[in-house]
């Protein structure tokens, strides 16, 4: 077993949904805003749901619908950077709610590429001489991050989990065709979040904790322009295919000024780059599996189809993974 196969797709979203309108009754913005510059007309927002919970539900989904029990786990991964705690992490607390007794969980933070940086450290744990089962999910409570006096950010996120149960196979059967990760820490102050307080006994200095988004919008916008394209093309130069072999480029959803932007550089008819930014905002790792699960719900993405994922943000990151679904 060397790669593969994506048995099935989940997702789940808090009750709450919260359009602009509503946020325009909190903060200085309108609808109008942030439609033009985002696409954004509402997003879910947890009221007590929590990443954990979220992603029980998207694992129990993902169970039922592969047909398999918890006992079949091999992995749990979990793509966040909204985790509960930083301990326990959130795929130990799937584990336990599954009740998953040979299951290994781990989180990983790679923001919102979180979801293919995912894909690639779990076919690593999938290869092997018998077959593995794996859950991949994105989950995040990005709304705990979010500083509500900050118009600049708070329009933007939303909360949400989604996933893929993923199970070893054959090369020749497998989905998975090549990759591109990349990592720019040099650019990391462009976008952060979760800074802890600190306060050393020994001298007695202290510094204060950032909890909330810090973006330079501008700068992400321009990074993402440049390096997604770039990420894709490396990908495919990779593979045996074209770009124009690609069905569907599900791209992380952040801005839709941003895929379009994509599209018209890459001279690809944006009708290939769906998305549901409009309805979920920006979930970081969640953002892909969502949209993904939606469009295998909703039969635009079929079975042998060629799907370029793209996720880029915080790190700040940024990857691609070629799949035939
Ligand atoms: N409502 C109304 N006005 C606003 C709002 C708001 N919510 N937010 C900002 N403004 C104002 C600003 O104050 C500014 O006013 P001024 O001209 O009087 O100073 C004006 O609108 C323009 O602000 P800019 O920040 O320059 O707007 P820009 O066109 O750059 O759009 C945006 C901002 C949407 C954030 C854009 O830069 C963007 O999408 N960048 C990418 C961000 C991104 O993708 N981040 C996440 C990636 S990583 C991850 O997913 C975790």
Known sequence: FENFTIEAT????????????????????????IVQR??????????????????????????AKA???ADDLDYIVVATMSP???????????????????AAAFDLNAACSGFVYGLSVVRQLLIGDRQKHALLIGGEVLS??????????????????????????????????????RTFGDLGDHLTAGQLPSHDPFTG???????????????IYSFAVKQIPQSIERAVTQSHL????????????????????VANKMAVESALFPVNIGEMGNTAAASEPLLLDQLVTDGTIQRGDLLA????????????VLLRY
Not at 14 to 27: E, F, G, S, W, Y
Not at 84 to 102: C, E, K, R
Not at 159 to 167: Q, T, Y
């Open 309 to 320: 994922l793209t996720g880029f943000g915080g790190g700040l990151t940024v990857g691609t």
């Open 84 to 102: 509960d705690t930083l301990t326990p992490s959130v795929s130990a607390g799937v584990q336990g709610n599954l009740g998953a007794q040979h």
């Open 67 to 69: 047909n398999l029990t």
């Open 242 to 261: 074209i770009v124009n072999d690609i069905n569907h480029f599900v791209l992380h959803q952040a801005n839709q000024r941003i895929i379009q932007a």
């Open 144 to 181: 705990r991050l979010i500083d509500w006096q900050d118009r600049s950010t708070a329009v933007l996120f939303g909360d949400g989990a989604a996933g893929v149960l993923l199970s070893s196979a054959p090369a020749a059967e497998g989905a998975w065709i090549s990759e591109d990760l």
């Open 38 to 63: 985002t696409g954004i007309h509402q997003r879910h927002i947890s009221t007590d749901e929590t990443t954990t919970q979220l992603c029980t539900q998207v694992a129990q989904t993902l169970l």
């Open 10 to 33: 989940a997702s789940a979203v808090p009750k709450r949904v919260v359009t602009n309108d509503q946020l325009a009754q909190i903060m200085e913005t309108s609808d109008e805003w």
């Open 205 to 219: 200095q202290t510094s204060a904790s950032q909890p909330y988004f810090q973006m330079n919008g501008r700068q």
